[in-house]
């Protein structure tokens, strides 16, 4: 079965400073994909960024970009000029397409992020 | 457009009693997945539909719960009789056909008493 670990339960970092969030997982699969979630205390789950496990090139959205390490089988997240409002926890998911094309997601237990003014 | 919507936002109900959440995808989704979070267990996979057709409930606890997807436009999650070890916060979620990403809903927490 695959497994996604994150090692850092907990992580703070300063206003404008960079912060790098680990993940690892674990798949025979050689078709996959990778995301970063964002929980805010609102609750909501919101897509941070996506990593197709076929492209060698590593995925980035404006602040946010990840390291992409396969043979290792590591995803990391940067966060890069850190704001108050990245504060929330960060899960790390895996997803392989099944034959009918949904993509079943197995998360992370997450890690949380506070950004100290 | 409408993102995942889920009702009710909260709800507490006593031990023993039946419990329904609903869940409307966004329109033109094809899949739809319901998911329990705790924090003892994290964020789990209940059951997923494609073209409203289940596909996968190895992740419902137990027979007390069950879901259902009539059409295309609405989804229940049903617990009939409820416990306590039931509270948490249930989120659904649609997506296109893969590789297209999946939209969560703002969640339901169940607290049963």
Redesign the interface.
Known sequence: AQTVTQSQPEMSVQEAETVTLSCTYDTSENNY?L?WYKQPP??????VI?Q?AYKQQNATENRFSVNFQKAAKSFSLKISDSQLGDTAMY?CAY?T??Q???????????TKLTVNP | DAGVIQSPRHEVTEMGQEVTLRCKPISGHNSLFWYRQTMMRGLELLIYFNNNVPIDDSGMPEDRFSAKMPNASFSTLKIQPSEPRDSAVYFCASSLTAPQPQHFGDGTRLSIL
């Open positions: 994909y995301f609102s609750r909501q789950m919101i897509l996506r197709e899960f997803s397409p099944d009918g094309g949904s993509e079943k997601l197995v998360f992370g237990k997450g």
